[in-house]
């Protein structure tokens, strides 16, 4: 595979399994994508070296943990120039509760999603953290009723 190479179908078969298990050991993967494992191997570390594969992680199920409230926040600055931005996304990186954060090209400039382990948790969070990020001008929360789709329900409905 050369750097600007498109990935045949064994490549994006290698992503799939590991994207589905990244236990997996090289000997199972190179099984299910039809190789041999020292060929699966090489594919596997090219994928890495090229930045398809970016890492391997373990994902935790958050509510055993105590932290099953997710919501949503639109998050309005009242500056957007690049020093604003720039600060702004500083920040919002120190704040745990933040599980993720998308700049939007919408009625708003960020979403965020913010776990934690209730209502009252997050209005501290939302109170004390996030509306003091800065440049905040405004924030509007949607509270999730429940997940219908997303990794972690992927995971537990396998089990």
Do not use: W
């Not at 039809?34 to 570390?45: A, F, N, Y």
């Not at 993720?100 to 939302?126: N, P």
């Amino acid at each position: 595979m050369k750097k600007n190479e498109q990935l045949d179908r064994i490549d994006h078969a290698i992503l799939r399994e590991l994207q589905k298990d990244a236990r997996l050991t090289v000997t199972e993967l190179a099984s299910r994508v039809g190789l041999s494992k020292t060929p699966c191997q090489l594919r596997i570390k090219k994928l890495e070296e090229q930045g398809y594969i970016l890492g391997y992680v373990a994902l935790i199920n958050q509510t055993k943990l105590g932290a099953s409230h997710v919501a949503f926040v639109q998050v309005k600055l009242g500056d957007t120039k690049s020093k604003a931005l720039e600060a702004f996304n500083t920040a919002v990186r120190e704040i745990p509760e933040v599980e993720q954060c998308h700049m939007i090209s919408a009625g708003f400039d960020y979403l965020l999603k913010v776990r934690t382990s209730g209502m009252e948790a997050y209005r501290k969070v939302l109170g004390e953290q996030i509306s003091a990020l800065p440049y905040v001008l405004q924030t509007s929360t949607f509270a999730v009723m429940e997940s219908v789709k997303d990794i972690e329900n992927h995971l537990l409905e396998k089990e």
